[in-house]
């Protein structure tokens, strides 16, 4: 028989090796193909309006005026906030804002109606919990815009009753006029933003965990000899046999998720799918090579299990689609290359949101490529150690 076709054979035996433990443990079921569908839904319906919208907040009015009530009704008016109780005094609604009742309150004092009509400059103030950003953000720029409608009103009444014609009030009001145009996003929906890399991101973390696992668990049962045997004693064969049908099972969860973000739910692919579908392909083989080096560098279960599990959360971090890669330490810049999830993150950047050609996101497909070649470094050792290695509970 021709060494080709023994090779051939070899592989096959393993593939159909690894499907039988595939399907004999219910655990390969849910983290390959359970858990990646749970988050999917869950993270898309999760923020499925796109924005936190009715936030609660309070009302502190002690001028009690038509002014300062049309004030609060234009204020609650925003999609972003609700008001939800008026209070007597700033201490009340500081206390319900502590106790988590409220994220923030805006406060009128006494006499803001009869100042702004003699041009004596009251002050408004708005209170805001930054505990939750997100929430703290969106009220922040709900109140301010508030504040500066109603300063911008007063000053117009004002003017209109010193015999300025309209078109003067609103010249000298706002000299310049601001035309803001968001890009590839215009609704500002953070679902866009977040899903379309904490979805790829639960994906390469499960892919880590359960090669490490794959790998670990045939070294804890001492069954790694015998895998190693069904590949011809060739660790190659061995590798490509286990995690071939893995990377179908995970290839074709991550074309679903394609399929549903940008197919289902309409989310911006400007460069057509085909870009990120290959990206996804590469960020699947990437996290398999990844997770090799991993149990390659620490041949215990539980060791290769935390370090898959640290590593795959942190990339959630380092990515760059919450903080910004740009504003953080240069060695953090520098380590960010470092984790397959941020090469694919920049590539869904310039492929599906700006629409640019793959020649553009060059450099990260090559650093995915370069991921695919990692477990070469640690293929020898790898392999004595699942001919050598005695595994310590």
């Not at 925003?78 to 939800?84: S, Y």
């Not at 049962?221 to 990377?247: D, H, M, V």
């Not at 997770?291 to 279960?301: K, R």
Request: proline fraction near 5%; hydrophobic fraction near 50%; charge should be positive.
């Amino acid at each position: 028989m021709k060494r080709r076709e023994k090779k051939y054979i070899a592989l096959r035996n393993v593939m159909a090796r690894e499907c039988r433990r595939l399907i004999s443990r219910p655990l390969y079921l849910f983290c390959m193909v359970i858990a990646p569908l749970f988050c999917y839904i869950f993270f898309t319906t999760l923020m499925d309006s796109g924005l936190p919208t009715h936030l609660p907040v309070g009302a502190v009015d002690l001028d009690n005026t038509s002014t300062s009530r049309n004030i609060l009704r234009n204020l609650d008016a925003f999609q972003q906030t609700a008001i939800v109780a008026h209070y007597a005094s700033v201490g009340e609604a500081r206390s319900a804002m502590q106790e988590g009742e409220i994220y923030g309150f805006f406060y009128i004092p006494k006499g803001l109606s009869q100042q702004a009509q003699t041009q004596q400059q009251p002050t408004l103030s708005f209170y805001t919990n930054n505990s939750y950003l997100i929430a703290g953000s969106l009220l922040f720029r709900d109140m301010k815009m508030m504040g500066e409608l109603a300063a911008g009103s007063a000053g117009r009444s004002v003017m209109l009753a010193q015999g300025a014609t309209d078109d003067q009030a609103m010249a000298l009001l706002q000299p310049i006029v601001i035309d803001t145009h968001a890009l590839n996003n215009p609704w500002l929906n953070y679902s866009v933003y977040l899903c379309n890399t904490l979805v790829p991101g639960v994906l390469m973390l499960m892919i880590f965990m359960v090669t490490v696992f794959s790998i670990g668990v045939e070294i804890k049962e001492r069954t790694a000899r015998e895998w190693l045997r069904t590949g011809n004693n060739s660790i190659y064969i061995a590798l490509a046999g286990k995690f071939l049908p893995q990377t179908a099972v995970f290839f074709l969860m991550g074309i679903f998720y394609n399929v549903y973000l940008y197919g289902i739910l309409d989310f911006p692919c400007n460069s057509g799918i085909f870009p990120m579908i290959l990206a996804t392909l590469l960020l699947v083989l990437a996290s398999q090579s990844c997770g090799i080096v991993m149990i390659g560098v620490l041949p215990t279960l539980r060791l290769g299990l935390s370090f898959a599990s640290l590593w795959g959360v942190i990339s959630f971090s380092i990515s760059g689609f919450s903080f910004p890669v740009m504003a953080m330490h240069p060695v953090l810049q520098a380590l960010s290359n470092l984790f397959p999830l941020r090469h694919y993150f920049l590539i869904y950047v310039d492929q599906a949101l700006n629409g640019y050609d793959m020649a553009y996101s060059w450099f990260h497909y090559v650093a995915l490529l370069i991921f695919i070649l990692l477990p070469f470094l640690v293929v020898h050792r790898l392999k004595e150690t699942l001919i050598y290695y005695k595994y310590v509970p």
